[in-house]
Protein backbone atom coordinates (compact mmCIF):
# COMPACT_ATOMS: atom_id res chain seq x y z
CA UNK A 1 0.00 0.00 0.00
CA UNK A 2 0.98 3.42 -0.63
CA UNK A 3 0.57 5.19 2.74
CA UNK A 4 0.06 2.70 5.78
CA UNK A 5 -2.17 5.23 7.21
CA UNK A 6 -4.64 4.71 4.76
CA UNK A 7 -7.28 1.66 4.63
CA UNK A 8 -7.56 1.20 0.95
CA UNK A 9 -4.66 2.38 -1.49
CA UNK A 10 -5.37 4.45 -4.64
CA UNK A 11 -5.41 2.52 -6.89
CA UNK A 12 -8.62 0.27 -5.41
CA UNK A 13 -9.89 3.35 -4.94
CA UNK A 14 -10.17 4.46 -8.47
CA UNK A 15 -10.97 1.09 -9.65
CA UNK A 16 -13.75 1.13 -7.26
CA UNK A 17 -15.33 4.33 -7.78
CA UNK A 18 -14.94 3.84 -11.72
CA UNK A 19 -14.86 0.13 -12.09
CA UNK A 20 -12.81 0.08 -15.58
CA UNK A 21 -13.38 -2.96 -17.94
CA UNK A 22 -11.04 -5.86 -16.97
CA UNK A 23 -10.09 -4.68 -13.93
CA UNK A 24 -10.50 -7.06 -10.99
CA UNK A 25 -10.59 -7.14 -7.44
CA UNK A 26 -9.20 -10.19 -6.14
CA UNK A 27 -10.30 -11.33 -2.55
CA UNK A 28 -7.69 -13.70 -0.80
CA UNK A 29 -7.37 -15.12 2.87
CA UNK A 30 -4.53 -16.37 4.81
CA UNK A 31 -4.73 -18.55 7.75
CA UNK A 32 -1.73 -18.86 10.09
CA UNK A 33 -1.45 -21.46 12.47
CA UNK A 34 1.87 -23.28 13.82
CA UNK A 35 -0.05 -27.12 12.97
CA UNK A 36 -0.82 -25.83 9.23
CA UNK A 37 2.51 -27.21 7.32
CA UNK A 38 3.26 -28.02 3.61
CA UNK A 39 4.01 -31.69 2.72
CA UNK A 40 7.95 -31.26 3.42
CA UNK A 41 6.28 -30.96 7.49
CA UNK A 42 7.61 -26.88 7.23
CA UNK A 43 4.72 -24.41 8.70
CA UNK A 44 3.43 -22.92 5.90
CA UNK A 45 -0.16 -20.65 5.91
CA UNK A 46 -3.67 -21.57 3.98
CA UNK A 47 -3.41 -18.69 1.49
CA UNK A 48 -6.23 -18.61 -0.95
CA UNK A 49 -7.87 -16.53 -3.98
CA UNK A 50 -11.56 -16.08 -4.84
CA UNK A 51 -11.11 -16.35 -8.57
CA UNK A 52 -10.43 -19.47 -11.00
CA UNK A 53 -7.01 -18.13 -11.26
CA UNK A 54 -4.23 -19.58 -13.86
CA UNK A 55 -2.29 -22.85 -13.72
CA UNK A 56 0.22 -22.66 -11.27
CA UNK A 57 1.90 -26.29 -10.64
CA UNK A 58 0.98 -29.27 -13.43
CA UNK A 59 0.22 -32.51 -11.96
CA UNK A 60 -2.52 -34.62 -9.93
CA UNK A 61 -4.25 -32.15 -9.20
CA UNK A 62 -3.41 -29.03 -10.81
CA UNK A 63 -3.30 -26.29 -9.20
CA UNK A 64 -4.79 -23.11 -10.38
CA UNK A 65 -4.33 -19.67 -8.49
CA UNK A 66 -2.07 -16.74 -8.30
CA UNK A 67 1.36 -15.45 -7.66
CA UNK A 68 0.95 -12.15 -5.63
CA UNK A 69 3.96 -10.25 -3.71
CA UNK A 70 2.83 -9.47 0.11
CA UNK A 71 3.18 -6.08 2.03
CA UNK A 72 6.42 -5.66 4.00
CA UNK A 73 5.01 -5.86 7.10
CA UNK A 74 2.84 -9.47 6.44
CA UNK A 75 3.25 -11.66 9.47
CA UNK A 76 4.93 -14.69 7.32
CA UNK A 77 6.91 -14.14 4.12
CA UNK A 78 7.16 -10.55 4.08
CA UNK A 79 7.43 -8.87 0.89
CA UNK A 80 7.96 -12.15 -0.87
CA UNK A 81 5.71 -13.41 -3.58
CA UNK A 82 3.84 -16.23 -2.58
CA UNK A 83 1.52 -18.59 -3.91
CA UNK A 84 -2.95 -18.21 -3.59
CA UNK A 85 -4.46 -21.36 -4.66
CA UNK A 86 -8.00 -20.84 -6.09
CA UNK A 87 -10.76 -21.51 -3.51
CA UNK A 88 -14.02 -19.82 -3.74
CA UNK A 89 -15.26 -18.34 -0.06
CA UNK A 90 -17.58 -15.90 0.95
CA UNK A 91 -15.79 -12.86 3.21
CA UNK A 92 -18.10 -10.05 4.94
CA UNK A 93 -16.53 -7.43 6.18
CA UNK A 94 -17.29 -6.41 9.94
CA UNK A 95 -20.57 -4.28 10.68
CA UNK A 96 -20.66 -1.49 12.62
CA UNK A 97 -22.90 -1.94 15.29
CA UNK A 98 -23.57 0.23 18.56
CA UNK A 99 -23.09 -2.01 21.77
CA UNK A 100 -21.74 -4.99 19.81
CA UNK A 101 -17.78 -5.74 18.55
CA UNK A 102 -17.30 -6.79 14.95
CA UNK A 103 -17.37 -10.11 13.73
CA UNK A 104 -16.25 -11.46 10.13
CA UNK A 105 -18.30 -14.33 9.12
CA UNK A 106 -16.22 -16.66 6.47
CA UNK A 107 -17.29 -19.25 4.36
CA UNK A 108 -14.66 -21.61 2.74
CA UNK A 109 -15.96 -24.06 -0.70
CA UNK A 110 -14.40 -27.43 0.89
CA UNK A 111 -14.56 -29.62 -2.43
CA UNK A 112 -11.23 -30.78 -1.28
CA UNK A 113 -11.49 -31.19 2.30
CA UNK A 114 -8.14 -30.23 2.74
CA UNK A 115 -9.01 -27.13 4.65
CA UNK A 116 -10.71 -29.19 7.29
CA UNK A 117 -7.87 -31.18 7.73
CA UNK A 118 -5.84 -28.50 8.77
CA UNK A 119 -8.12 -26.71 11.17
CA UNK A 120 -9.14 -30.55 12.48
CA UNK A 121 -5.39 -30.66 13.10
CA UNK A 122 -5.31 -27.07 14.90
CA UNK A 123 -8.13 -28.03 17.13
CA UNK A 124 -5.73 -30.41 19.53
CA UNK A 125 -3.43 -27.21 20.05
CA UNK A 126 -4.85 -24.53 22.55
CA UNK A 127 -3.46 -21.89 19.83
CA UNK A 128 -5.90 -19.58 17.68
CA UNK A 129 -5.89 -19.64 14.23
CA UNK A 130 -5.00 -16.05 12.94
CA UNK A 131 -6.35 -14.70 9.74
CA UNK A 132 -5.56 -11.65 7.56
CA UNK A 133 -7.39 -10.71 4.28
CA UNK A 134 -6.59 -8.85 1.33
CA UNK A 135 -7.59 -7.32 -1.80
CA UNK A 136 -5.32 -6.85 -5.47
CA UNK A 137 -6.12 -5.57 -8.46
CA UNK A 138 -5.84 -7.92 -11.24
CA UNK A 139 -3.36 -5.46 -12.81
CA UNK A 140 -1.38 -5.26 -10.00
CA UNK A 141 -0.17 -8.29 -7.65
CA UNK A 142 2.87 -6.66 -6.69
CA UNK A 143 1.21 -5.56 -3.13
CA UNK A 144 -2.17 -5.69 -1.55
CA UNK A 145 -4.60 -2.58 -1.99
CA UNK A 146 -6.42 -3.48 1.33
CA UNK A 147 -5.52 -5.38 4.04
CA UNK A 148 -7.56 -6.76 7.18
CA UNK A 149 -5.92 -8.47 9.63
CA UNK A 150 -5.68 -9.18 13.57
CA UNK A 151 -8.49 -11.27 12.97
CA UNK A 152 -8.49 -14.75 14.78
CA UNK A 153 -11.04 -17.65 14.50
CA UNK A 154 -13.58 -18.06 17.47
CA UNK A 155 -15.19 -20.74 16.02
CA UNK A 156 -15.75 -23.24 12.91
CA UNK A 157 -18.55 -25.36 11.74
CA UNK A 158 -17.50 -27.83 8.92
CA UNK A 159 -19.33 -30.08 6.59
CA UNK A 160 -18.50 -32.24 3.49
CA UNK A 161 -19.17 -29.22 1.88
CA UNK A 162 -17.56 -26.36 2.91
CA UNK A 163 -16.23 -24.68 6.21
CA UNK A 164 -18.16 -21.53 8.16
CA UNK A 165 -16.01 -19.52 10.34
CA UNK A 166 -16.60 -16.71 12.63
CA UNK A 167 -13.47 -14.30 12.88
CA UNK A 168 -13.00 -11.62 15.50
CA UNK A 169 -10.26 -8.95 16.44
CA UNK A 170 -7.76 -10.42 18.98
CA UNK A 171 -6.91 -5.97 20.22
CA UNK A 172 -9.92 -4.34 19.24
CA UNK A 173 -9.58 -2.11 21.98
CA UNK A 174 -6.18 -0.84 21.28
CA UNK A 175 -6.60 -1.31 17.28
CA UNK A 176 -7.23 2.71 15.53
CA UNK A 177 -10.20 2.64 13.59
CA UNK A 178 -10.53 3.56 10.43
CA UNK A 179 -6.79 3.37 10.24
CA UNK A 180 -6.57 6.86 9.88
CA UNK A 181 -3.81 8.48 12.23
CA UNK A 182 -4.09 12.27 12.70
CA UNK A 183 -0.49 13.50 13.02
CA UNK A 184 0.46 17.02 13.93
CA UNK A 185 2.38 16.93 10.99
CA UNK A 186 -0.44 16.40 8.11
CA UNK A 187 -3.29 18.18 10.78
CA UNK A 188 -1.98 21.62 11.87
CA UNK A 189 -5.19 22.04 13.77
CA UNK A 190 -4.30 19.51 16.66
CA UNK A 191 -0.87 21.90 17.61
CA UNK A 192 -1.91 24.15 20.19
CA UNK A 193 -1.29 27.74 19.13
Not at 73 to 95: H, I, N, Q, W, Y
Not at 117 to 131: G, N, P
Not at 158 to 163: D, I, L, P, Q, R
Request: aromatic share 8%; net charge negative; glycine share 6%.
Amino acid sequence: MADTDDIWGLAIQEALASSPAGEIILSTLELRHSSFKNLQGVPEPIRVVCDFGILLEEGVPDIYGFEMKLEDEAPTDAGETVKFVSCMFDFELPAQQEGSLPTVEIKLDNVTRIVSKYLDDAVELSEEVEVTYREYLSTDLTSPQFILGGMTISSVKSTVFSVTATASFADLVNRNFPGKLYRPQEFRGLIAS
